[in-house]
């Protein structure tokens, strides 16, 4: 065992009581969710900045020691790497999320640049035996997912937000319905279910009035996958549910056809016939109607209506209505409009 004094705690770590000093073992499970000590050996001037458990955002420099958690991440936009398959002291592996999730990187996005580069320095021990000095691995996530939890929404009417690929505006989306349907008086309850740890995109729902909010990572999920993704919708619906709100907004992160578990979430019956409404987030009028056309013919869900960069002008407002017939309302700059039609919904499942 051996101390460090750590400069930066990754949201990712979001549930360990763990403070800036830290015992690191030499031992590394190379398990996803294990808490690990790094070095950043390099710099970046660009995709730089890491997020802390406090939900601030902080610039990364050569030199810091961070605590993350060893996991995947497959990326269109972004890094692309795998879990290795064992680490020792002195090893090396990269950032390959803001949220501080640590692999090998396979592939990276030109946007981005390279990754930064880390030097492990041992895994994070925590002490969860009391007057002992046994220390254990420190995981990431409030408590472990149940995969046999069964999916009971208590009639809670549910709001589900389905991209055709990340960055298409869902959470501006989510945003933009969370807001409205709190000003028209609903308790909303929020959550992500599909991604990579990060917690950025809850926390815009709690700025927004979502009253309580849950993401994947709170249970021990580092990464989504086809393998986890029903069970943990199931397990994020029925925590939100079993708080009593009045609606839950529930954001699918990545596209329908990413590696993060969204086609298993929506070909699982029993997590379909619990939404209520699906909103499709589209870049443009052609994934608006591919989406579309996904949703209808693969999974038999009808959406209510499109958003996202693709309803940014009339001239993909009117392509979307004309090529899938569904109603084209922009989060942005008609946000006040698209919570109301997905109020009316609401209100018409509750009678």
């Given at each position: ?8 705690l990754?949201?990712v770590?979001q549930h360990?009581e763990?403070?800036d000093?830290?015992r690191?073992?030499?031992e590394i499970?190379c ?6 000590a ?5 710099n ?7 997020e802390?458990t ?10 810091d ?13 972004g890094y692309?790497?795998?879990?290795p ?6 090893d ?9 999730v640590l ?5 990276a ?7 930064f580069?880390?030097e492990v320095?041992?895994?994070?021990l ?11 691995p420190a ?6 997912l149940?995969a ?5 929404t ?6 589900a ?6 960055d ?8 933009a319905i ?11 309850a929020?959550c ?7 917690r950025r995109?809850?926390l815009a729902?709690e ?11 709170d ?12 069970a ?18 529930l954001e ?9 578990g ?12 619990a ?11 052609v994934?608006a109607?591919g ?25 993909g ?5 004309e090529?899938t017939?569904?109603k ?6 008609h946000?006040?409009a ?7 919904v609401?209100e018409?499942h509750a009678?």
């Amino acid at each position: 065992m051996k101390s460090v004094i750590v400069d930066k705690l990754a949201s990712v770590a979001q549930h360990n009581e763990i403070g800036d000093e830290l015992r690191l073992s030499s031992e590394i499970p190379c398990e996803e969710g294990v808490l690990i000590a790094v070095r950043v050996t390099n710099n970046k001037t660009r995709y730089n900045q890491l997020e802390l458990t406090s939900g601030r955002m902080a610039t990364v420099t050569q030199g810091d020691i961070v605590v993350g958690a060893l996991g995947h991440r497959n990326a269109l936009r972004g890094y692309s790497g795998h879990l290795p398959k064992n680490l020792e002291v002195g090893d090396r592996v990269q950032l390959l999320n803001i949220g501080g999730v640590l692999g090998i990187c396979d592939s990276a996005n030109p946007d981005v640049g390279p990754p930064f580069e880390c030097e492990v320095l041992g895994a994070v021990l925590h002490f969860p035996y009391l007057g002992e000095r046994i220390g254990v691995p420190a995981r990431a996530g409030a408590k472990q997912l149940d995969a046999e939890t069964e999916l009971d929404t208590h009639g809670v009417p549910v709001v589900a937000l389905a991209g055709t690929c990340m960055d298409s505006g869902k959470t501006a989306a989510a945003c933009a319905i969370v807001g409205r349907l709190r000003h028209l008086g609903l308790r909303v309850a929020a959550c992500k279910a599909t991604g990579v740890s990060l917690r950025r995109d809850i926390l815009a729902m709690e700025d927004a009035g979502a009253r309580d909010t849950m993401i994947f990572s709170d249970l021990g999920i580092v990464t989504t996958t086809a393998e986890n993704g029903p069970a943990l919708t199931r397990a994020l619906l029925s925590g939100l549910a079993a708080r009593h709100p009045d609606v839950i907004v529930l954001e699918l992160g990545d596209g329908l056809l990413g590696a993060y578990g969204v086609e298993a979430i929506l070909s699982d019956s029993a997590i379909r016939d619990a939404l209520t409404a699906v909103v499709l987030c589209a870049n443009d009028p052609v994934s608006a109607w591919g989406g579309a056309k996904l949703l209808r013919e693969q999974f038999e869900i009808e959406p209510v209506v499109v958003t996202g960069p693709a309803t940014d002008n009339a001239v993909g407002i009117d392509q979307i209505a004309e090529r899938t017939g569904l109603k084209a309302i922009n989060a942005l700059s008609h946000g006040v409009a698209l919570g109301d039609l997905l109020h009316t919904v609401v209100e018409e499942h509750a009678a």
